[in-house]
């Protein structure tokens, strides 16, 4: 069974950093592409950041040159490093791991990441 825990989410003032972590069990890590996604209230699940097997990054415009994705396939781990945070990157963290053809995908929790003074 896989599983995803994400971790790191809080409360951090604008202009902040605040570094996101997931932590896979139950899968073959490194054939996944991996990502992050967010969900504000009231408004659809959008794509943040993903990096394929191969470490092909894709950013949402909105992050680029803040957010940082990585992933570690020995720990199966795949972190979001997000600075300069503002108010409009409040939202709920969702980890994804998007098997290919034939696999499945698989989310996370979520974790609950507020930018506010």
């Known amino acids: 069974q896989v599983q995803l825990v994400e971790s790191g989410g809080g409360l951090v003032q604008p202009g902040g950093s605040l570094r996101l972590s997931c932590a896979a069990s139950g899968a073959t890590f490194s054939i996944y592409t991996v990502g992050w996604f967010r969900q504000a209230p009231g408004k659809q699940r959008d794509l943040v950041a993903t990096?394929?097997?191969?470490?092909?990054?894709n950013y949402a415009d909105s992050v680029k040159g803040r957010f940082t994705i990585s992933r570690d396939n020995a720990k199966n781990t795949v972190d979001l490093q997000m600075n300069s945070l503002k108010p409009e990157d409040t939202a709920v963290y969702y980890c994804k791991l998007r098997g290919p053809l034939g696999y499945p995908n698989y989310w996370g929790q979520g974790t609950q990441v507020t930018v506010s003074s």
């Open positions: 990096m394929t097997n191969g470490g092909s990054t």
